[in-house]
């Protein structure tokens, strides 16, 4: 795996406030391309708001965001996709009774050339258009193993292929960065292990960039090149996976002990 030294994305002192609460509080930090980056903190530590300001769902009252060095704070919604930045859902975000395939060529319309009035009026290059979207919908479900269920309305589906459901929308979008918001949720260890390969060979094979939020630190520390440990919205440490699971402030937001208690206890590190 090459990791360019040019971060894709630079967060850079980043505040949010929801009327008295800082959910963010100067936070910074780069991903490079190349990388998993792990995001990681106890419930409440911002994380889901910081994706949410990367997909200018939410605003933020100070600093910048940049993506390949331009700033996206000016950007509306609808031009993150286009740019180059896919997303995932704690809560599945999709079109419960569409089907499989539907749901994933929805994601590759943030590809597309043809514009409304185009499509409404049908014109002879929007059918090529949706024939190339339909492919490109069928090359990822044999990716990720959803040929079987294409046909199948995605609300009927298991919640562990529903979860495949959604990467595969994100997919469709050809991002140069995935954000993954708590993707092992609700999965079963079997699951979970095949998601950490799909994250790694996601990285390797189709050279995307993924910042990753989770709560199942096996899972973090296995598919992590860098990671970023956030706590009551301020970031308290980031480095690899075995610094971060040796650094005591970390150790201390996931025990609940004060740092200097932890500092000396490699031992605890295991629960981190």
Do not use: W
Request: with cysteine.
């Amino acid at each position: 795996m090459a990791v360019s030294t040019n971060p894709l994305l630079s967060v850079r002192d980043v505040t949010v406030r929801f009327g008295g609460i800082v959910a963010l509080d100067g936070v910074s930090f780069d991903v490079a391309q190349g990388q998993v980056c792990g995001l990681i903190g106890p419930n409440g530590a911002g994380k889901t708001t910081l994706f949410n300001c990367l997909s200018r769902l939410y605003a933020y009252q100070s600093g910048d965001i940049l993506f390949e060095g331009q700033s996206i704070t000016a950007l509306p919604t609808h031009r993150i996709a286009a740019l180059g930045l896919g997303r995932t859902f704690q809560n599945l975000a999709m079109f419960r009774t569409l089907p499989v395939r539907d749901n994933i060529m929805i994601g590759a319309h943030a590809r597309s050339s043809a514009g409304f009035v185009a499509s409404a009026l049908r014109l002879p290059f929007v059918g090529a258009e949706e024939r190339r979207l339909r492919e490109r919908a069928d090359q990822i479900m044999t990716y990720l193993d959803l040929s079987a269920v294409a046909d199948r309305p995605a609300g009927d589906l298991p919640f562990g292929t529903q979860k495949r459901v959604e990467m595969g929308r994100a997919l469709a979008a050809d991002p140069k960065l995935l954000l993954l918001d708590e993707p092992a949720a609700g999965l079963n260890h079997e699951e979970l292990s095949d998601l950490g390969r799909l994250i790694t060979d996601v990285r390797d094979r189709l050279k995307i960039t993924v910042l990753l939020v989770e709560h199942h630190m096996s899972l973090v520390m296995g598919v992590s090149d860098h990671i970023v440990a956030l706590n009551f919205g301020r970031k308290i440490a980031e480095g690899s996976p075995a610094e971060i699971q040796q650094h005591p402030e970390v150790i201390a937001a996931y025990l609940g002990t004060p740092a200097h208690a932890t500092a000396d206890a490699p031992r605890e590190t295991a629960h981190v």
